[in-house]
């Protein structure tokens, strides 16, 4: 399981101690000044520091680090339960699809910001025009690791999710969606994406980028 992290000391105790049986973390740290690698690595993760900022750099590199035949993707800031991964592994691990992802389902206020969610609506509107039918361009997911690799998905910043998404289709996969909860992030950590309008604006602009 592969966790981008940037700045989530505060979080990755109560993620790392979440995961099911069986399921071995991978931390790549994005460049935390908070300590995130040392709490990492003392509950038991991998830590792989990755010095291009960016989601995509942090998870590709990640998938390259991997050795799974299926490898999921999480955020290490306590909004998505771990133990919901075994769903998206078991879609693919049983043929259902190629990639399985969580659709988030928000719980409680502020777990979801309008802007954010407003930007997500507005790119799952495109990639359903796209021919894939998906309502959320989720952070969580699963997939076979050598599969993802030939999709050959070059975004290093915020684009890389729309891109994976795009190339998938382009590649005919089978993308499911299965419903997750999606929870406040840890008290005392912020999104760089959700925690404010100008991320979120950041963040459209780097996945737009990629549809032109």
């Known amino acids: ?84 991964l075994p769903e998206l592994v078991r879609r693919v691990r049983d043929g259902d699809a190629d990639m399985a992802v969580g659709r988030r389902i928000p719980q409680g206020r502020g777990s979801w910001p309008w802007h954010a969610r407003l930007g997500n609506r507005i790119l799952a509107a495109l990639m359903r025009r796209r021919g894939l039918k998906v309502r959320d361009i989720a952070p969580m997911r699963a997939a076979r690791r050598e599969q993802l690799l030939q999709l050959g998905v070059e975004d290093r910043a915020f684009g890389y999710p729309l891109e994976l998404l795009i190339r998938a289709a382009e590649a005919k996969w089978r993308v499911v969606e299965s419903d997750v909860a999606y929870r406040p992030r840890t008290a005392g950590t912020k999104s760089k994406v959700s925690g404010s309008v100008r991320g979120t604006l950041r963040a459209v602009h780097d996945m737009a980028g990629v549809l032109r």
Do not use: K, W
Request: overall charge negative; some cysteine.
């Open 1 to 84: 399981m592969v966790l981008p992290c940037l700045d989530e000391a505060l979080a990755l105790p109560a993620v790392l101690t979440a995961l099911p049986p069986g399921y071995r973390a991978i931390v790549v740290d994005n460049g935390s000044s908070d300590g995130s690698p040392e709490v990492a690595a003392a509950h038991g993760a991998t830590v792989v520091r990755e010095s291009r900022r960016g989601y995509g750099a942090a998870v590709h590199t990640g998938l390259e680090h991997a050795t799974a035949d299926i490898v999921c993707f999480l955020d290490a800031d306590g909004s998505l339960d771990p133990q919901q």
